[in-house]
T-cell receptor
């Protein structure tokens, strides 16, 4: 797919298990974060966001955790399904300026 | 509400030519950003337009330019194409320059031969 990197980290999980995808961000002043999912041949799809005044936010089957102390963001997907197979990107934003994206993680769901 | 649309979806050009890509944001969104996505470099920010003005610019050569129209539609242009310009070009829109939620279009796949 378009988002494949030669050295893209890959996470393989069994269908039905929980997935945890990690992201280290670069700017301690970043105040907003988004997780995107990109399937082959498609543009990134907005999954969930979180502001820096929160440390956890839950959506449908997904949870984002923010640890500002170590500049770390994680995306947890509950009961991972085959349709969750994709590349996942985190993006950080500082004061409404342009987004900076992480390198992405490929999630592979095993039957 | 319709999402972000981009045209064309696929394009093949020859080195030295120029190309124009088009993006229509989500209705009501006034900020449009452009990104280049390649396997080696990932997602890289090109520029952002808001109310017909370039608001932010990434680290790309002057061959890459853009504009935004009064209806918020945006175009980006790449002149004197190089092989390394082959990439997926993504457009994303958000409500305003200070609104954070950003939504992407499907992209234009540009191949330079």
């Amino acid at each position: 797919g378009e988002s494949v990197g030669l050295h893209l980290p890959t996470l393989s999980v069994q269908e039905g298990d929980n997935s945890i995808i990690n992201c280290a961000y670069s700017n301690s002043a970043s105040d907003y974060f988004i997780w995107y999912k990109q399937e082959s041949g498609k543009g990134p799809q907005f999954i969930i966001d979180i502001r820096s005044n929160m440390d956890k936010r839950q959506g449908q089957r997904v949870t984002v955790l923010l640890n500002k102390t170590v500049k770390h963001l994680s995306l947890q997907i509950a009961a991972t399904q085959p349709g969750d197979s994709a590349v996942y990107f985190c993006a950080e934003n500082t004061s409404g300026q342009n987004f900076v994206f992480g390198p992405g993680t490929r999630l592979s769901v095993l039957p | 509400k319709a999402g972000v649309t981009q045209t064309p979806r696929y394009l093949i050009k020859t080195r030295g030519q120029q190309v124009t890509l088009s993006c229509s944001p989500i209705s009501g969104h006034r900020s449009v950003s452009w990104y280049q996505q390649t396997p080696g470099q990932g997602l890289q920010f090109l520029f952002e337009y808001f109310s017909e003005t370039q608001r932010n610019k990434g680290n790309f050569p002057g061959r890459f330019s853009g504009r935004q129209f009064s209806n918020s539609r945006s175009e980006m242009n790449v002149s004197t194409l190089e092989l390394g310009d082959s990439a997926l070009y993504l457009c994303a829109s958000r409500l305003s320059g200070r609104s954070y939620e950003q939504y992407f279009g499907p992209g234009t796949r540009l191949t330079v031969t």
